[in-house]
């Protein structure tokens, strides 16, 4: 496995694989890796000649400084996992590297209401960031398949959207979410819970699989209210927000009637640990 820091350096070494005819599969991440990455990696190489998988701690997409300070971050034992693996390539820049200028706070594309709801009413300017970021890594890499989660729907949505937008070459390929054995959503964000808080945490899944249970046979508005309800039960447990929505605009939907396309997100603290999941309804 090739490790790079430097953005030159990562450049020199694809356009050599590119020259070969090699195709490049894509996987950015944060660090603090776990199944649901590898699940991410393992597509990428059964799909791909070349895996890149990037290790960056984007400051610009958070909007809370003790959120972008608690992040977990261990590079060593990252690179350690991507090597078993079977990664070919790593980029893990410092933030100079990345914003030689200082830190970007704004960028072209405006997402509209898909920027602005959930997670980005609660995460002012988050997917800005990650737009900011997302592009910058696919100019760099420029791989021709880069892997997402369905984990962060609405991020992946973004994706989408600024790679459709920017008719970026590239394919966007979105992957299940990968959960622990009771349910919980893979996270890296989990490794903050306390014990005593990681017990708690399965009751997300647990709602959201009753939500798609009863799709259709609640209406919208009981069965968002019983899993708000359902869910805050539990102490320490804060709904952020509960949304069943449309599973492109996410815009909220009301009655049944565009139930192929619907989608239940939410977020919820745990104590001090933000933890989002969805599901998809009907599918
Ligand atoms: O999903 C993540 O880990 C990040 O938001 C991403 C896509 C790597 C951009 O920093």
Redesign the pocket.
């Known amino acids: 496995m090739k490790q790079f820091s430097l953005i030159k350096d990562l450049r020199k070494e694809l356009s050599k694989e590119r020259k070969k005819g090699k195709t490049i599969g894509f996987v ?3 660090g603090a890796l776990h199944e649901g990455h590898l699940s991410l990696l393992n597509r990428s190489k059964a799909e791909n000649d070349i895996t890149v998988c ?1 290790i ?1 701690v ?1 400051p610009v ?1 958070f909007n809370n400084k003790n959120d972008l300070e608690l992040y977990p971050r261990n590079l060593a034992q990252d690179l350690k996992i991507l090597e078993k693996t079977g990664c070919d390539l790593t980029f893990a820049p410092e933030v100079i590297e990345m914003y030689p200028e200082g830190l970007p706070d704004h960028f072209t594309i405006d997402f509209g209401y898909l920027e602005r709801t959930l997670e980005g009413k609660f995460r002012q300017g988050h997917f800005k960031g ?1 737009a900011i ?2 592009k910058k890594l696919l100019d760099i890499v420029e791989p021709h398949k880069a892997y ?2 369905k984990k ?1 729907y609405q ?1 992946l949505l973004i994706i989408r959207q600024l790679a459709a937008r920017l008719q970026l070459p590239v394919e966007i390929i979105a992957c299940e979410t990968m959960r622990e054995p009771d349910g919980l959503a893979m996270s890296s964000r989990n490794l903050r819970l306390t014990i005593g808080e990681r017990k708690i945490a399965p009751v997300i899944y647990e709602v959201l699989s009753y939500v798609k249970d009863n799709s259709g046979i609640m209406s919208v508005k009981k069965l968002k209210n019983w899993a708000i309800k359902k869910i805050q039960k539990n102490p320490g447990l804060i709904v952020e927000y509960f949304e069943i929505a449309d599973n492109e605009t996410l815009l909220p939907i009301v009655k049944w009637d565009q139930k192929e396309k619907a989608i239940a997100c939410t977020s919820i603290y745990l104590g001090d640990v933000r933890l989002i999941d969805n599901i998809e309804l009907f599918s």
Request: no cysteine.
């Open positions: 950015p991440t944060m990037s960056f984007n997409q990650v970021v997302v997402f989660g962060d991020q």
